[in-house]
Structures are given as structure tokens and as C-alpha cells.
């Protein structure tokens, strides 16, 4: 920088070009290089996002249920106990019951049941039941062959 006079003889400060492409690269570069910065940390924030989803989506629960016999259907009830564990069932990726019965009403049978003492012998449980299991949140049965001849 070097000071110049004007005709009324006012002494000015003037700075020639070079200093002031100097001055403009070193602040574009600055200006730059925080930008790099800040894509560098967003690009870093990402990959930990995508890992942490990945980690989660390789995670997964399971709730099983052995010997489910539910002879009427049950969605009607609101008690807090009953309802903490439809939450279970519901929260779950997949929730499997062993179904210890068979679907179906007293007019469909159409044989003397096993065990014989008359349609109260063996486990028969009317069909909304079936509704009101997935509504509940099981996904899957698995059925009792021993009951198969039900």
C-alpha cells in the first residue's frame, strides 16, 4: 500500500492490484475451505445416520406365545394388564402363537368328538376369535396336531 496525493493535495491511501487480488484469494480461500469444512462434517453426519439405520434395521424382536386358547372372542376388554400385553404382541416385528385349537361352531361338526363327552370335550373356539388374534398383533399361528382329529 503506498499513499498518494490528489490536486487539492489530500494525501489518500491506495492499494494496487496485486494487493488486492492477494487480499480477495486469501478471503475466497478462507471462504472456501469452510465450506469444505462444514460439507466434510455433513457428509460425516450422514454416514453415522445411515449406520445407526442400518444397526436398527438388523435388530429385530420376536414374541411367542405357547398353548393360545381363546375360546370367545376378547378385543372388547380395556383392562390395563390385558392391554400391556397386547402392546407386547404389537411392538413386536413378529409375534407367533402355537394355537391349541381348532375354529369353528357346534353346527359344523358333524361327528362325535374325541374324547366324547360331547362338544364341551375338545377345544373349539368360534371364528371372530382368528380376528381378534391378529388384532392383537400376532402375525402367525402354528397349529396343534394332536387336536388335528378335533
Known sequence: MHENSTDDGVMTN????????????????SLL???VLKLREAKAQA?????????ASSTFTVTV?????????FSMHTEPEFLDIVKLY???????????????????????????AGVASYMLADPAVAKDLRWM??????????????
Do not use: C, Y
Open 65 to 73: 406365545a405357547g398353548e393360545t386358547m381363546a375360546t370367545r372372542p
Open 90 to 116: 404389537r411392538a413386536s416385528d413378529l409375534a407367533v402363537g402355537h394355537l391349541e385349537m381348532n375354529f369353528g361352531t357346534d353346527e359344523e361338526i358333524k361327528w362325535t368328538p374325541r374324547g366324547t
Open 137 to 150: 398383533g400376532i402375525h402367525a399361528l402354528s397349529l396343534a396336531m394332536n387336536h388335528s382329529f378335533d
Open 14 to 29: 491506495a492499494v494496487d492490484r496485486r494487493t488486492m487480488l492477494g487480499r480477495g484469494a486469501a478471503l475466497f480461500g
Open 47 to 55: 454416514s453415522r445416520a445411515a449406520a445407526a439405520k442400518v444397526q
Open 33 to 35: 475451505a469452510s465450506q
